[in-house]
């Protein structure tokens, strides 16, 4: 049973590139988030899924896209990479139902230089 | 929007003594309150959590207290164990199906054997 799964674990990027995080879940969650972790802070919600097709803003979704084409799959896109953007990426999936436990990938640590 | 606030940032403890993290949020609507640890190179893993409908809730070593009144919450381990060292966040938000929490900056606890 993997989980949530993410790749690349590691990526260095350099300012203007861009690149994919991709976010995987074999649980048939409906329900699947991407946060971003620096050193010191919580985690701060970039975007989320409720399904397949419906993704909405979290708390800092500036210079991020994502898409939800399958009930599977999130993935995280950077276009234009920015040092602000170096953090560690954590992708979550969870059942419907507020009883239910968010699982989190190992995250994708991301530099920017 | 929620704001939470966790203390104390770091807290080490000999083993078999307990260890004690609080946590205080902003938004009296908030009604789940999730904690979770998070070992070095890993994702959060929940560890237990606790509705506004339940004032206290143990699993074995770990428990949790909430007071909606003054809006903070505790967690408590007893008889620390070396595993026990890892940083653990509190959260708050709204636990309905799509579960929105804010979380809190983490504790680093260590436990000295």
């Known amino acids: 049973n993997a989980g949530v799964t993410q790749t690349p674990k590691f990526r260095i990027l350099k300012i203007g590139q861009s690149m994919t995080l991709q976010c995987t879940q074999d649980?048939?969650?409906?329900?699947m988030y991407w946060y971003r972790q620096d050193p010191g802070m919580g985690l701060k919600l970039i975007y989320y899924s409720v399904g397949a097709g419906i993704t909405d803003k979290g708390e800092v979704p500036n210079g991020y896209n994502v898409s939800r084409s399958t009930t599977e799959d999130f993935p995280l896109r950077l276009e234009l990479a920015a040092p602000s953007q170096t953090s560690v990426y954590f992708c979550?999936?969870?059942?419907?139902?507020?009883?239910?436990?968010?699982?989190f990938g190992q995250g994708t640590r991301l530099t920017v230089v | 929007g929620e704001n939470v606030e966790q203390h104390p940032s770091t807290l080490s403890v000999q083993e078999g003594d307990s260890a004690v993290i609080k946590c205080t949020y902003s938004d009296s609507a908030s009604n789940y309150f999730p904690w979770y640890k998070q070992e070095l190179g890993k994702g959060p893993q929940l560890i237990i959590d606790i509705r506004s409908n339940v004032g206290e809730k143990k699993d074995q070593r770990i428990a949790v207290t909430l007071n909606k009144t003054a809006k903070h919450f505790s967690l408590h381990i007893t008889e620390t164990q070396p595993e026990d060292s890892a940083v653990y966040f509190c959260?708050?938000?709204?636990?309905?199906?799509?579960?929105?929490?804010?979380f809190g900056i983490g504790t680093k606890l260590q436990v000295i054997p």
């Open positions: 959260a708050a938000g709204l636990g309905g199906g799509y579960q929105k929490v804010t």
């Open positions: 649980m048939n969650h409906n329900y």
């Open positions: 979550a999936s969870k059942f419907t139902g507020p009883n239910t436990e968010a699982f």
